[in-house]
């Protein structure tokens, strides 16, 4: 059962779109997961990012991160960047 919904923006999907089946894979089971819970932010993978980027959070997935966008009132998580751990922010 989804308790958030999630929306990847245009240029999180055309990076999501380059990577190998496998890490594709590894993605969504992991977007799905955050998907189900009731507080996607305590995740035990997903951290606070801070600088710039504060307000947002990324989701550690293998060597990957996800970074998103919550709006908690609207329980929707807003993927607006995949990049590779260490180029990522």
Do not use: C
């Not at 055309?14 to 496998?22: A, G, M, R, S, V």
Request: net charge positive; aromatic share 12%; glycine share 6%.
């Amino acid at each position: 059962m989804k308790n958030w919904k999630i929306e990847v923006k245009p240029t999180a999907e055309k990076y999501y779109l380059k990577l190998d089946k496998k890490a594709r894979t590894r993605m969504k089971e992991a977007l799905r997961e955050l998907e189900s819970v009731d507080a996607p932010l305590l995740h035990p993978n997903v951290r606070a990012l801070t600088g710039k980027l504060q307000g947002d959070f990324r989701l550690r997935v293998g060597k990957w991160r996800i970074l998103f966008t919550p709006y908690i009132e609207k329980k929707i998580i807003y993927v607006f960047a995949i990049v590779p751990q260490g180029g990522a922010y």
